[in-house]
């Protein structure tokens, strides 16, 4: 019988500890920006290649562009 009362309290106590750690916090958020590329698309882009022209003509034009101090964009 004792053996038993131990074993419910030690049940009891790991469901009471492991039931903090799955706390989910209710403001946590999760934003998107941007728009949804395919694979397809990414594939095409050649680094060095692929002018701005032919990334705009397949991605549409940005919402909007960072210049870089070296001149980059």
Do not use: H, W
Not at 23 to 34: N, Q
């Amino acid at each position: 019988m004792k053996s038993s009362s131990y074993l419910v309290l030690g049940l009891a106590f790991t469901s009471v500890l492991f039931t903090g750690c799955s706390v989910i916090d209710s403001r946590t958020e999760t934003r998107i920006f941007g728009q949804i590329v395919s694979d397809d698309a990414l594939a095409a882009i050649q680094p060095g290649f692929t002018t701005e022209d032919e990334l705009r003509a397949r991605l549409e034009d940005p919402e909007s562009l960072i210049r870089r101090s070296n001149g980059e964009r």
